[in-house]
Every structure is written in structure tokens, then in C-alpha cells.
């Protein structure tokens, strides 16, 4: 069986997904205010992609991490443009997320 780019790509996904969920969002507690995750995929947001970026929610949400309630989570898709993703890119950095 021949694995799809999609699928060659999720296992990076996972750990980059897992890396941000075992990182402390609580580190900056001394700073006041909504902490933000930004989360930049170079694809378009196909029902795959949603559902992993529906996985990522229900995990920061186990673990008492509430949107709305202390933390944003920031997502943005590339679509595949280039233009696009560095324009999101940019945005993102402009936004000051605390992790991305």
C-alpha cells in the first residue's frame, strides 16, 4: 500500500500536535491575559485535517484548557499557496501566540 503525501505528513502532525499539548501553557502564568496558540497548516482544512484540529481541542479541553477561557486557539490553512501561508504566517507572528 502506497501512503498518500497526507498521510506521510500526519505522523510530523501528531508530534508537533503532541509537542503542544505537553508544553506548559501555564509557563507565562505571571502574564495577564488569553494565551494563544497559532496553528498554521499548508493544506486546505479538509475534513481531515478539521478532525485533527478537532482531536488537538478535545485534548487542550481534557486537560482544563478552555477556549474563550484563558486560551485561543488561532488556526489558519495555506490552501497549498505559498503566498498565502507566509501571509498567515506573518499574521500569526503579528498576533504574538505564545506557541505556534
Known sequence: MVATPAIRRLPIVVIVLLLLLAAPLAAGA????????????????????????????QGLRERG???????????????GKPDQIQRFAAELAGLKVDIS
Open 30 to 57: 505571571q502574564q495577564a491575559g488569553t494565551k494563544r496558540i497559532g496553528y498554521l497548516e499548508s493544506s486546505s482544512p479538509s475534513p481531515a485535517r478539521l478532525q485533527l484540529l478537532e482531536a488537538f481541542r
Open 65 to 79: 484548557y478552555l477556549e474563550g477561557k484563558g486560551i485561543a486557539l488561532e488556526s489558519r490553512f495555506g490552501e
